[in-house]
């Protein structure tokens, strides 16, 4: 539990700096309610990897970025991601349709959809779809807009448009952060759009999101969690997580680690 706590603050450390850009090390012990020592530690490793530079007296993203790169996010928290895919696709049987937005963890999700047969799929991701259009029976559909260049994904009035044509059994989203008291949480304007757009699409409503997500922050509200069924998760979050999607009726499910 202690590597958790560390790993939610590395991970609160980088979505602040998401945020603001860069921030100095007594701005992030205020926002974490650490010590300024805490910080220091926690942003060595993040250091050596890459993922934040360490300015005089403060932390940012590299060359000011807003969010990491999708490969290098593609790196982050991998082993979780992969037992999440795993366990989301025992959700997904042969002949079922579904809606998969863009995202790091919806992408090794679908990697292991390519067990299943004769599958309908919409996306708004290149890679996604180019995952799942070569096995057989199969019927995989694009939705179109303006191409983001990082992801490769398609945003914008014309995708969600596409996206909401779609009566489908289940949607799996990539979600940006699951705040305590404000829900699910995107950090784009536009990816939340999305992410309603095929919330209303789907009978079986399912959020991926490694354990980092749960201490994340992000901009814009996606949806209630009573608008979700099940959240798929590596590690139990916090105790307060419990009785607020027990309460709004979303089951937890902990994937098995390999």
């Known amino acids: 539990m202690k590597n958790l706590k ?3 603050r590395q991970a ?9 850009g860069s921030l100095s090390v007594i701005e992030l012990a205020s926002l974490l309610d650490v010590s300024e020592e805490t910080i220091r530690r926690d942003a060595v490793p993040l250091q050596t990897n890459g993922e934040v530079l360490k300015l005089h007296g403060a932390l940012a993203l590299p ?13 982050e928290f ?3 991601k992969l037992s999440i895919g795993r366990a989301a696709a025992q959700m997904v049987r042969d002949g079922d349709s579904l809606i998969v937005d863009t995202g790091t963890t919806t992408t090794f999700f679908a990697r292991e959809l390519r ?3 004769n599958l309908t799929v919409i996306t708004n991701s290149t890679e996604i779809a180019r995952t799942l259009a070569d096995v057989p029976g199969n019927k995989v559909y694009l939705a179109g807009g303006e191409m983001e260049a990082d992801s490769g994904a398609a945003y914008g009035p014309t995708a969600n448009d596409f996206i909401s044509r779609f009566q489908v059994r289940h949607v799996f989203l990539s979600i940006g952060a699951l705040d305590l008291s404000f829900g699910p949480m995107n950090a784009q304007f536009h990816e939340a759009e999305l992410a309603k ?4 699409c789907a009978n079986h409503r399912v959020i991926l999101a490694d354990s980092s997500k749960f201490a994340a922050n992000a901009f814009v509200n996606v949806c209630k969690y009573a608008d979700i069924e099940v ?5 139990p979050p916090a105790a307060e997580f419990f009785a607020t999607l027990n309460a709004a009726n979303t089951r937890l499910v902990i994937a098995a680690s390999d």
Do not use: D, G, K, Y
């Not at 757009?197 to 209303?200: E, G, I, K, Q």
């Not at 959240?231 to 590690?235: D, H, L, R, S, Y």
């Open 6 to 8: 560390v790993r939610q």
């Open 12 to 20: 609160q450390i980088v979505a602040s700096l998401r945020q603001h």
């Open 63 to 75: 060359h000011n970025m807003a969010e990491a790169t999708f490969e290098r996010r593609m790196r």
């Open 231 to 235: 959240i798929v998760t590596e590690n």
């Open 115 to 117: 067990q299943r047969r």
């Open 197 to 200: 757009a095929a919330l209303r």
């Open 78 to 80: 991998a082993p979780a």
